[in-house]
């Protein structure tokens, strides 16, 4: 079973950083972010797996970073030059069904954290 507790959201002012971690327990090949801003769907965000691929979505990609950490079994985003428009929530989760080729944002994740609030100011 797999466990996922994230952490790391907060208030910030546009142009500014934040560091969002996710403790995960159970083996899982494949990880990643989600988010949901106001108003809109869940988003793919990030993705990375255990051979090390990354996929960004295209509105986080050159911004945002995604790493895993197997010795501690911790997955981090950090996100640089936050805008407004990045405020939502954000998830961590887990892919357990997929292989290699899914371990991708477009596609689903069936393990979710709670989720840590973003907000960036203007």
């Known amino acids: 079973q797999v466990q996922l507790v994230d952490s790391g959201g907060g208030s910030v002012q546009s142009g500014g950083s934040l560091r969002l971690s996710c403790a995960a327990s159970?083996?899982?090949?494949?990880l990643g972010w989600f988010r949901q801003l106001p108003g809109k769907e869940r988003e793919g965000i990030a993705t990375?797996?255990?051979?090390?691929?990354?996929e960004y979505a295209d509105s986080v990609k050159g911004r945002f970073t995604i790493s895993l950490d197997k010795a501690l079994h911790t997955l981090v985003l950090q996100m640089t030059s936050l805008e407004p428009e990045d405020t939502g929530t954000y998830y961590c989760?887990?892919?357990?069904?997929?292989?290699?080729?899914?371990?991708?944002?477009?596609?689903?994740?069936?393990?979710w954290g709670k989720g840590t609030n973003v907000s960036i100011s203007s």
């Open positions: 989760v887990a892919q357990t069904w997929g292989g290699t080729g899914y371990c991708r944002p477009r596609y689903g994740f069936d393990f």
């Open positions: 159970g083996y899982t090949y494949c």
């Open positions: 990375i797996d255990r051979d090390g691929r990354i």
